[in-house]
Protein backbone atom coordinates (compact mmCIF):
# COMPACT_ATOMS: atom_id res chain seq x y z
CA UNK A 1 0.00 0.00 0.00
CA UNK A 2 1.21 3.47 -0.75
CA UNK A 3 0.95 6.81 0.95
CA UNK A 4 0.08 9.95 -0.73
CA UNK A 5 3.84 11.08 -1.43
CA UNK A 6 4.35 7.19 -2.59
CA UNK A 7 5.99 5.63 0.49
CA UNK A 8 5.44 2.01 0.95
CA UNK A 9 2.82 1.70 4.17
CA UNK A 10 2.75 -2.00 4.01
CA UNK A 11 6.37 -1.98 5.69
CA UNK A 12 5.78 0.52 8.38
CA UNK A 13 4.30 -0.54 12.10
CA UNK A 14 2.35 2.56 12.23
CA UNK A 15 -1.13 2.21 11.35
CA UNK A 16 -2.36 3.54 8.31
CA UNK A 17 -2.67 7.50 8.49
CA UNK A 18 -0.47 7.76 11.64
CA UNK A 19 3.16 8.82 11.60
CA UNK A 20 4.65 11.73 11.75
CA UNK A 21 1.99 14.18 10.41
CA UNK A 22 0.21 13.82 13.92
CA UNK A 23 3.55 14.65 15.87
CA UNK A 24 3.60 17.97 14.37
CA UNK A 25 0.53 20.42 14.66
CA UNK A 26 0.91 23.71 12.99
CA UNK A 27 -0.94 26.27 14.49
CA UNK A 28 0.05 29.46 12.36
CA UNK A 29 -3.45 29.28 10.73
CA UNK A 30 -5.25 29.82 14.04
CA UNK A 31 -6.49 32.96 15.38
CA UNK A 32 -4.03 34.48 17.58
CA UNK A 33 -0.92 32.80 16.29
CA UNK A 34 -0.01 35.89 14.74
CA UNK A 35 0.77 37.17 18.38
CA UNK A 36 2.67 34.69 18.94
CA UNK A 37 7.15 34.65 18.84
CA UNK A 38 8.10 31.04 16.65
CA UNK A 39 9.15 29.54 20.37
CA UNK A 40 5.74 30.14 21.42
CA UNK A 41 3.60 28.71 18.32
CA UNK A 42 6.39 25.44 18.61
CA UNK A 43 5.13 25.37 22.21
CA UNK A 44 1.54 25.05 21.09
CA UNK A 45 2.04 22.57 18.97
CA UNK A 46 3.64 20.67 20.85
CA UNK A 47 1.30 20.42 24.00
CA UNK A 48 -1.44 20.93 21.58
CA UNK A 49 -3.43 23.72 22.68
CA UNK A 50 -4.97 26.69 20.19
CA UNK A 51 -2.81 30.40 20.24
CA UNK A 52 -6.60 31.66 21.81
CA UNK A 53 -6.26 29.13 24.80
CA UNK A 54 -2.45 29.99 24.97
CA UNK A 55 -2.82 33.53 25.17
CA UNK A 56 -5.39 32.92 28.27
CA UNK A 57 -3.35 30.62 30.12
CA UNK A 58 -0.61 33.38 29.82
CA UNK A 59 -2.70 36.37 30.87
CA UNK A 60 -4.54 34.69 33.77
CA UNK A 61 -0.93 33.15 34.84
CA UNK A 62 0.67 37.06 34.53
CA UNK A 63 -2.00 38.53 36.66
CA UNK A 64 -1.54 35.44 39.28
CA UNK A 65 1.98 36.08 39.73
CA UNK A 66 2.15 39.95 39.59
CA UNK A 67 -0.58 39.66 42.57
CA UNK A 68 1.28 37.44 44.47
CA UNK A 69 -1.68 34.29 44.05
CA UNK A 70 1.02 32.61 42.12
CA UNK A 71 4.36 31.60 43.52
CA UNK A 72 5.21 28.19 41.78
CA UNK A 73 4.05 26.00 39.21
CA UNK A 74 1.25 24.12 41.22
CA UNK A 75 -0.34 27.32 41.83
CA UNK A 76 -1.68 26.88 38.21
CA UNK A 77 -3.23 24.02 37.67
CA UNK A 78 -6.31 24.85 39.40
CA UNK A 79 -7.37 27.41 37.30
CA UNK A 80 -7.13 25.78 34.36
CA UNK A 81 -8.80 22.59 33.47
CA UNK A 82 -6.06 21.30 31.06
CA UNK A 83 -3.27 19.10 31.53
CA UNK A 84 -1.17 20.40 34.69
CA UNK A 85 1.60 19.17 32.57
CA UNK A 86 0.29 22.05 29.57
CA UNK A 87 0.11 24.78 32.43
CA UNK A 88 3.80 23.61 33.72
CA UNK A 89 4.98 24.37 30.51
CA UNK A 90 3.43 27.54 29.68
CA UNK A 91 4.55 28.74 33.19
CA UNK A 92 8.31 27.81 31.95
CA UNK A 93 7.19 30.15 28.97
CA UNK A 94 6.32 32.71 31.44
CA UNK A 95 9.98 31.79 33.33
CA UNK A 96 11.88 32.04 30.31
CA UNK A 97 10.25 35.55 29.30
CA UNK A 98 11.63 36.74 32.91
CA UNK A 99 7.90 37.65 34.37
CA UNK A 100 8.76 35.10 37.24
CA UNK A 101 11.56 32.69 38.64
CA UNK A 102 11.58 28.24 38.63
Known sequence: MLDS???DLS???EPHGVGSALDIWDVSGFLGAELLSEAEKQLCGEIRILPTHYLNMLQTMSMGI???NITKK???HGLFNVDPNKVDRVYEMLVKKGL???
Open 74 to 76: SDA
Open 11 to 13: TTT
Open 100 to 102: TQA
Open 5 to 7: CCK
Open 66 to 68: LSG
